[in-house]
């Protein structure tokens, strides 16, 4: 099983950047595709992103397509959500975790595991 953590959250004005880092370890990194999730309190855990074990296919949420961008390193264990134009309604916990299907099309967080302990984003107006 792959150890996520994930980090890179922090606070900033509305219309700024952040970008999220989630470093893996244990079993082999580039086996798997990936996605990103956010949560805020009394909600349940939203897709946000997902990124193919090649790094080759993205999927977005509509709520995020055009300002945030999924990416990652296998040489360095490592997959990236870079976000920019942040809005308030973006403020959550993010999280990463692997993808039991494979394909990046699924976004039900029950396809996922091996999740992260979250990073807190909050975007000011």
């Known amino acids: 099983q792959v150890q996520l953590v994930e980090s890179g959250g922090g606070l900033v004005q509305a219309g700024g950047s952040l970008r999220l880092s989630c470093a893996a370890s244990?079993?082999?990194?580039?086996?798997?595709?990936l996605g990103w999730f956010r949560q805020t309190p009394g909600k349940e855990r939203e897709f946000v992103a997902a990124?193919?074990?090649?790094?080759?296919?993205?999927y977005y949420a509509d709520s995020v397509k055009g300002r945030f961008t999924i990416s990652r390193d296998n040489a360095k264990n490592t997959v990236y959500l870079q976000m920019n134009s942040l809005k308030p309604e973006d403020t959550a916990v993010y999280y990463c975790?692997?993808?039991?299907?494979?394909?990046?099309?699924?976004?039900?967080?029950?396809?996922?595991?091996?999740w992260g302990q979250g990073t807190q984003v909050t975007v000011s107006s």
């Open positions: 990124i193919s074990w090649s790094g080759g296919n993205t």
């Open positions: 975790a692997t993808n039991l299907r494979g394909s990046v099309y699924y976004t039900d967080p029950h396809d996922f595991n091996s």
């Open positions: 244990g079993r082999t990194f580039s086996d798997y595709a």
